[in-house]
Each structure stands twice: as C-alpha cells, then as structure tokens.
C-alpha cells in the first residue's frame, strides 16, 4: 500500500525556518519523482516544488525560490523540504504527492503556520 507521510509542521516566527519531511512506503521510492504542494485557508492547493527519481533535478514555484530547496535520500525512502526565510503567506498545509501508476497519491499533510 503506498503511504506518505508528512513531518516537521508548526508554528514559526515570520524569518524563521523549518524542515518538512515526508516519508514513503509500499513502492520503489527510487523511481518515483516526489513533490510538495500547500493548500492555505481559503485558497487552492498549489505547488511548491519537486524533484526527479533518477537525476534529482528540482523545481520550484516562483513564491519560494530561493528560499525553499527540495531533497531526498532514497536510501531512507525520504523526501525533505527546507523553508528558510518564512513568511507569513507561507502558512499552509503542506502535502506531499506522487504519482504512482498513474493514479495521485497524497500524504495527509503537516500544518506549517508563519506568526508572531
């Protein structure tokens, strides 16, 4: 069964950082590419960045280029995304996504919210 599994939200002062991880079982973690989207109160869900299965190439939503970087470590079937630089409509609900055999797959999502 594919599973995803998202870590690392909370509450964070506005310039501050944190470090979302996502966790993935029940496929080749390896061959997959993996991306994170946010959804924000009130607004559609859209993406944040990803990164490829064989070369790790990245990319990233204008809104958080610079600030953001994606990477994984397929040995521990792990997904990280670093968030440096907050701001406060950087508060979502960051999800992690793939999709495998053609069908979306979606972690439940970690609450990250930007406050002082």
């Known amino acids: 069964q594919v ?8 509450l ?4 501050g950082s944190l470090r979302l991880s996502c966790a993935a079982s029940g496929f080749t973690f390896s061959s997959y590419a993996i991306s994170w989207y946010r959804q ?12 490829t299965s064989t070369t790790g190439s990245t990319s990233y939503a ?6 953001f970087t994606i990477s994984r470590v397929n040995a521990k079937n792990t ?10 409509e950087d508060t979502a609900v960051y999800y992690c996504h793939t999709v495998y055999r053609v069908v979306p ?3 439940q999502g970690t609450q990250v919210t930007v406050s002082s």
Do not use: H, T
């Open 3 to 10: 599973q995803l599994v998202e870590s690392g939200g909370g």
């Open 40 to 51: 924000a109160p009130g607004k559609e869900r859209e993406f944040v960045a990803r990164i």
């Open 12 to 15: 964070v002062q506005p310039g």
């Open 105 to 107: 797959r979606w972690g």
């Open 62 to 67: 204008d809104s958080v280029k610079g600030r």
């Open 79 to 88: 997904v990280y995304l670093q968030m440096n630089s907050l701001k406060s």
